[in-house]
């Protein structure tokens, strides 16, 4: 059974994979090229087949252990120049104060395509490298393609993330759906999404949290009224116009991302 799950999931991505445009690429705003300063917080890291950049905690104190974000990339990051992936959100989390405030190590892989199993079987190896990652409490977000990956990994390992973050993330509209909310109903969302999404469509966003609700699920979701797709960097930064619903009262009411982020780890789930 978990096979045939995990057939539909990969069916899905790989339609998606095929299907991608420039559309997607082009819908989502670029990282400010000139801002060198941050961007030198990831150091690149080479690999042939996901290259990715890392951000370390400002200090790493003895004995102690440090949460993990991984950041998906969207379309527009794709590629093989370990810089593109590097996103406003990625800008954003890099901020001195930010890091002072949410002491982690910030994974930022590149890809080629659509985020898959191998991916996450990397993306676990880096985690299991880091000298001191707190790995009950290892965090997951992205945006558009790197949102439609965050529902991917979730399903395929929904026990290795505390939670996520992701945003415009439930596909575009000419794809079969792919999200089995069965698979993550336990494992804390707060999903983003603009109204006026025409990439994703925003209806896919308000199906999956209908079918959580009625799952119980410990799912959040924030609407950005009147915003379309380009919306990544408001995961972090947050919005005047979001409206935010609660699928259960497993949710955690918590108005800050960031905030919500860090308060979740493995063993305090239920």
Sequence with gaps: MHDQIL????????????????????????????????????????????PYRLMRPLT??????????????????????????LRVWTRLLADEAKRKQYPSY????????????A?????KAIVASLPAADLDRIYLLGHSMGGHGSFILLQLDPAYFAAAAPSAGTGRGEHDEFIDASLIKDVPIWAFHGDGDTVAPYE????????????????????????????????????DNGSTKCSSDRCDAEPEMLQWLFSHSLSARP
């Design 7 to 50: 057939i539909r999931v990969f069916s899905a991505a790989v339609a998606a994979s095929l299907a991608a445009s420039a559309s997607l690429a082009s819908a989502q705003a670029p990282a400010d090229a000139g801002a060198a300063a941050w961007i030198d917080n990831y150091e690149p890291h080479a690999d042939e087949e996901m």
């Design 106 to 117: 910030v994974i930022a892989p590149q890809s080629t395509r659509i985020w898959d199993a």
């Design 204 to 239: 896919r966003a308000e199906k999956l949290f209908a079918t959580m609700t009625q799952l119980g699920g410990n799912f959040k979701l924030t609407t950005w009224v009147g915003d379309a797709h380009s919306v990544g960097g408001k995961m972090v930064s947050g919005g």
């Design 60 to 85: 790493v104190d003895d004995g102690k252990l440090y949460p993990v974000i991984v950041s998906l990339h969207g379309g527009a990051g794709r590629g093989t120049d370990n810089r593109r992936q």
């Design 119 to 123: 991916h996450l079987e990397k993306i």
